[in-house]
């Protein structure tokens, strides 16, 4: 080991590793490891919405050239568990939703597979469904808990006399719109089955929840199933095992030993992997003559699956934003014929604060208060909700210094009163949250060769992130040796395991764990070998050891976010010219990586805040503008000048690095910021998004 102390790695902006191998189209993705002798899945999907698929006829498919096999549920491989119904797929006659799988086909090329897919003949028998989102549903319902465990329902003080009382007082609903996870990559699987052993190749923002999952559903010991994944082309909280990996596992069962290739076509995507819940939001606010609220009621509306509930935890961010006697937060859920809905870049933060914080904005106007000074009054001491102390919140920080740098100083008071040509012009801000996530469960192995390398294993998986690169080095501060003397193996159940790529937890589970096995292996060397590095080397396991002072500090990153927005007077267009965001999330490993996560956070509360809206027909019961031609998402003509920054922040209690999670932070607040500015250069609150052209003509 070195005895002199390397300068520091974590603060640097160390170029991400494996960028040049994926600029030169060498890093492989699940779809394009090379394995021997492949076949291709192509799947039957349901073409009803509710109902029994009766009866299939498969000939003409099966006499198809390359055609390997067709199976459904006559057929189809049985599954041990069917606890999980979207898992749970080809298990029994029913459909649960339009576009849910029904089989598959699998041949020797992808053409085949699609060509003989289209030959299946399936005779539905069709049932009453259900998949139109109305927030009068006769059946809404309150979940027991809301997205991950959360209440569902809180209450402190009594809100509704707070309210009758109030000085000012806000009564409005927001309303955001079904979305779609839509990373770059779809998702993709190659699976091979040999003896009792599954191996995958998996698109995955968890290779040990994979493993898992399909240990259980098929029956198998978690050794028996080794995933594979050593980058993933985006997660946006829907690379989780959904039933794509179930249906690649089932055709290769049948075909075995032969690996079999599937990658979801985009508009499958639409139908199979998750989207985010609309919600219809009710925001009640009350305020004394001070400026300071004395009452927040925040009644949440979403849509949930009748084959599996998820309910976004669309108001938890209202329970801890801002300073308040009096307060009510409640989600109700619309259970529909429709596939799950899932985990989405920043679920609950990013519908929630559109509402929240376009309320905040409404009611400084009415405050006559300035809109960040109206916020920094109404800053808490003390978490709201637990009553605990912050590990550190600097929100005001964020909010001086992104209205110091945005020129806020000039900007006028009133709405509609900047003219540029045919173009009004205004400007808005709004608040980012997101919480600490520590996810258990994480273990890191540190060997120290004889040669001198570092080598690191975990089971962490890269989503395009930086995690290559930020994982090391956290790894060489913890073992105080050079960045280069490090070597890190990662994305692989052969590792020591590694939680989920979720909650932006990656670095602060797996750089926990790393820490703890560096600092085992530093002790042992010392202990045991008075610090000469034995002949054979030295290896260490250590598993994450969890965080002592969660009971004892509310943990949050915050953040400022600024925008510049111009809508034509006549046509309506908008225009997003700038956005600055401040943020503060305690250390942060590696500025580059960590900038490149904001901007395209706020790029994703761009697309949200303008473009996406995915209209499901409710006699048909699927997303009918399901491809990227009528789903529109921002492309780079509509992304602006983004700028990016953070205030420093010195927080001992969060991790080991005293770093926060940055990956759905720049999300939260962006869209609020934009249809705030839309109010100031128009005049026109506009409270649903996506803010289109239409909103501004009457
Ligand atoms: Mo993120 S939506 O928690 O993967």
Redesign the pocket.
Known sequence: MTTITPTPTVGVSIPRVEGPDKVKGQARYAYEQPVDRPTYLYPLQAPITAGRLAAVDATEALAQPGVLTVFTHQNAPRLVSTEDAELAILQSDEIAFRGQFVGGVVADSPEAARHAAALVRLDCTEGAHDTEFRPDHPHLYAPDHVNPWFDTDTDQGDTQTALASAHVTLDATYTTPREINNPLEPHATIAIWTDDELMLYEAT?GVNWVQQTLAALFGLDPQQVRVICPHTGG???S?GPHSNVVLAAMAAKLVTPRPVKLALTRQQMFALVGFRTPTVQHIRLGANPQGRLTAISHDVIEETAKIKEFAEQTAVCTRTMYACPNRHTAHRLVPLDVQPPT?????GETPGMFALESAMDEMASACGIDPVEFRIRNEPDLDPETGLPYSSRNLVACLREGAHRFGWQDRAPDPRARREGGWLVGSGVAASTFPVVRLPGSSATIQVTPGGRHVVRIAAVDIGTGTWTALRQIAADALKVPFDEVDLRMGDTALPQASV????SGITSWGSAIVAAAVALRERLMSEHDGVLPEGGLEVTAEDPGNPYTQHYSMHSFGAQFADVRVHEVTGEIRVPRLLGIFAAGRIINPATARSQLIGGMTWGLSMALHEDAFRDPRFGHVVNQDFAEYHISTNADVPAIEVDWVDEDDPYVNPMGSKGI??LGIVGTAAAIANAAYHATGIRVRDLPITLDKFLS
């Open positions: 923002q997660g946006f909280g690379k985990f989405m870049r920043a679920p790529e979720g909650g932006s990956g759905e």
